[in-house]
């Protein structure tokens, strides 16, 4: 059995050579000053405590104890939803991932007791699943369009193979390829085919398969996803695009169904071309793409329209104040995206990784790290009823449906991960952020205020190749290099290339002028609109900075005048606008009669920022005068 490559416990290495590669996590350091650096150093210090302390709380891993015999609730039933066995699995992954990154030994003994609870519950064929050894009478895998039986499984295999690279418990290793076994088994290509409703075990034995060599568990990922779009699952009140059964994954070209469910197929198909070579997926995986990030992604990164469903609406269907645009979702995206910045090395890729985590992701977790948004709209309605946790007016503490909690967590332990790549050549920089990045015969120590700045100082030892992304809205960069030659110059959307000696050191300035930018035509919610963004960061307006007696509704912005800045962290915009007079019947004659209306200016902060000082009104598009 071929061992894992030596210094890569990144997610997401692929075996077969690829076009980029992942940097080690150890060769990877984020500035805790840094926006994303800091926000790790929240995860380690708060969300993750916060997440074991959680699913303790909520019976989650009293689930597990009632099965052997020692319940802290005598006679006690299965608590949670049926997928609750995830949250602890996803926490544990965190928790792996934060081992890698910083050697902590903080949650040893939980992992010691973990480890030893799931050896006792796992069945000796290897199947382990609270909710369906602790219901009488059902059956594994039985009810696999709803039962999520495999999308725990893989997330117990991730977890496993995070906890392995952090130099942890090697048991969890042992109970997670006993179950993959045991899928590898069942799933045969010889048994009836069989999918589960909710994707996400196809990415996790992959990744397995890259952590020890086993040709099975890349085999039954391959089935798994070979077999969707054949009618395998009843297509139920939602319909096959719910469970992504609806067409084979090379003919499945438009973005639909379940977001969450639709992005985690499409990353483990990804996974799988990166592994066999397979044109044709590459071909329909970047049609995917182009549907969902080109016709159906909200302007912050988030994913998902429609709330029955959790789903993709219509090719721009994206109302702001209806916006789904889970959690997951856009963590689900990057991952995605992720995968296809290695297949073929296009900056439009990290591009939209950076757009997801400095809004729709950043926005989900407040500053503290200990509360959460499940749903992410881009515009709450003055009045607005957030008593429903699934459109809350505020962050909540944990929900019932607790997938993006533990989610944030171990995307933000691992983020580093995702920042840089190497090749042949030397070394790519493709999330901005202050930080030391290590390829094989070159170090890059980045020093930047970045995304409130423009300035990059980048400060070379060895000799190579370094690649730097230049973001789509750069028009104008420059770039600066001493003891270096610039091979590409600084293009909007592309990568300033340089070849680096010893000591070299290179200066990018990016432009950071505010902007306006104004959605297609076709994304009617918002015709007559328009959003702000500064660099990669789009703002909006909050009901706490306006003045008393007006709301976001009585707003239009005046775009003629200019937008301000202020000297703050982050940085906030004045924008010109004008109050108009709500008006008092519903419906009104054509043209509107004449009305006063009272210039003012008002304060814009960071979208991702909203909602940490109180309940209240808000809105990234705005109405122009």
């Known amino acids: 059995?071929?061992?894992?490559?030596?210094?890569?416990?990144?997610?997401?290495?692929?075996?077969?050579?690829?076009?980029?590669?992942?940097?080690?996590?150890?060769?990877?350091?984020?500035?805790?000053?840094?926006?994303?650096?800091?926000?790790?150093?929240?995860?380690?210090?708060?969300?993750?405590?916060?997440?074991?302390?959680?699913?303790?709380?909520?019976?989650?891993?009293?689930?597990?104890?009632?099965?052997?015999?020692?319940?802290?609730?005598?006679?006690?039933?299965?608590?949670?939803?049926?997928?609750?066995?995830?949250?602890?699995?996803?926490?544990?992954?965190?928790?792996?991932w934060e081992m890698a990154r910083t050697g902590t030994d903080r949650w040893a003994g939980l992992l010691s007791d973990v480890a030893e609870l799931l050896e006792q519950v796992q069945t000796p064929a290897g199947y382990l699943n609270t909710r369906v050894q602790g219901t009488p009478g059902a059956e594994p895998f039985s009810q696999l369009e709803h039962s999520h039986e495999l999308y725990c499984a893989g997330h117990l295999i991730q977890a496993a193979v995070a906890?392995?690279?952090?130099?942890g418990d090697p048991r969890f290793l042992t109970i997670a390829r006993r179950f993959a076994d045991l899928i590898a088994r069942t799933f045969t290509a010889d048994a009836a085919p069989r999918i589960d409703g909710h994707p996400e075990v196809e990415t996790a034995l992959i990744e397995l398969y890259r952590e020890t060599g086993e040709e099975s568990y890349l085999r039954a990922a391959e089935l798994q996803i070979e077999r969707r779009g054949h009618g395998v699952l009843p297509p139920g009140g939602l319909g096959s695009q719910y469970y992504q059964d609806h067409l084979p994954v090379r003919a499945a070209t438009e973005a639909i169904g379940h977001s969450v469910r639709q992005l985690y197929l499409a990353a483990g198909v990804t996974d799988l071309q990166l592994e066999n070579g397979d044109e044709t997926l590459l071909h329909a995986m970047t049609q995917l793409w182009?549907?969902?990030?080109?016709?159906?992604?909200?302007?912050?990164?988030?994913?998902?329209?429609?709330?029955?469903?959790?789903?993709?609406?219509?090719?721009?269907?994206?109302?702001?104040?209806?916006?789904?645009?889970?959690?997951?979702?856009?963590?689900?995206?990057?991952?995605?995206?992720?995968?296809?910045?290695?297949?073929?090395?296009?900056?439009?890729?990290?591009?939209?990784?950076?757009?997801?985590?400095?809004?729709?992701?950043?926005?989900?977790?407040?500053?503290?790290?200990?509360?959460?948004?499940?749903?992410?709209?881009?515009?709450l309605r003055t009045g607005h009823d957030g008593s429903h946790e699934d459109a809350p007016s505020e962050r909540l503490p944990w929900y019932e449906c607790a997938c993006c909690p533990p989610n944030l967590a171990r995307l933000l332990a691992s983020v580093h991960g995702y920042a840089a790549t190497s090749d042949a050549s030397g070394l790519q920089l493709h999330l901005l952020t202050a930080g030391s990045f290590t390829a094989d015969t070159l170090t890059v120590v980045v020093e930047t205020g970045y995304p409130w700045s423009g300035e990059v100082l980048m400060s070379i030892r060895g000799r190579g190749e370094l690649a730097v992304r230049i973001p789509p809205w750069a028009a104008g960069a420059t770039a600066a290099a001493t003891g270096a030659k610039v091979l590409a110059e600084p293009t909007a959307g592309d990568y300033l290339r340089v070849s680096c000696d010893d000591g070299a050191i290179v200066r990018i300035t990016l432009p950071m002028k505010p902007r306006l930018v104004r959605a297609d035509r076709r994304v009617d919610a918002v015709r007559g609109c328009v959003a702000i963004e500064r660099g990669p960061i789009v703002y909006c307006v909050e009901q706490a900075d306006l003045p008393d007696g007006v709301t976001v509704e009585q707003l239009a912005l005046d775009p003629s005048g200019a937008i301000l800045e202020e000297v703050s962290h982050p940085v906030h915009l004045r924008l010109p606008a004008i109050i108009t007079p709500l008006d008092t019947t519903l419906y009104q004659p054509y043209p509107p009669a004449s009305t006063a209306s009272t210039p003012v200016t008002i304060t814009a902060i960071p979208y991702y920022t909203w909602a940490n000082r109180e309940p209240g009104a808000m809105r990234v598009w705005l109405p122009l005068a």
């Open 1 to 96: 059995m071929n061992e894992s490559p030596a210094g890569t416990p990144a997610p997401a290495v692929p075996r077969r050579p690829a076009r980029l590669t992942p940097l080690p996590l150890s060769a990877v350091r984020l500035d805790p000053a840094s926006l994303l650096g800091g926000r790790q150093e929240v995860n380690a210090a708060a969300t993750i405590p916060h997440c074991v302390d959680n699913i303790e709380r909520t019976g989650v891993i009293e689930n597990f104890r009632r099965l052997v015999g020692v319940p802290a609730v005598p006679d006690g039933s299965f608590q949670g939803m049926l997928f609750a066995d995830s949250d602890l699995y996803k926490t544990l992954e965190a928790i792996g």
């Open 163 to 167: 906890i392995h690279r952090g130099g």
């Open 290 to 379: 182009d549907s969902a990030f080109g016709t159906k992604m909200y302007i912050t990164g988030g994913h998902g329209s429609r709330h029955r469903d959790e789903a993709y609406g219509d090719p721009y269907e994206l109302p702001p104040d209806r916006a789904y645009a889970e959690t997951c979702a856009s963590i689900a995206a990057l991952q995605w995206s992720w995968r296809l910045l290695l297949a073929t090395g296009r900056a439009r890729y990290a591009e939209e990784m950076e757009r997801a985590l400095l809004n729709a992701i950043a926005a989900s977790t407040t500053a503290d790290g200990t509360a959460f948004f499940y749903s992410n709209p881009l515009q």
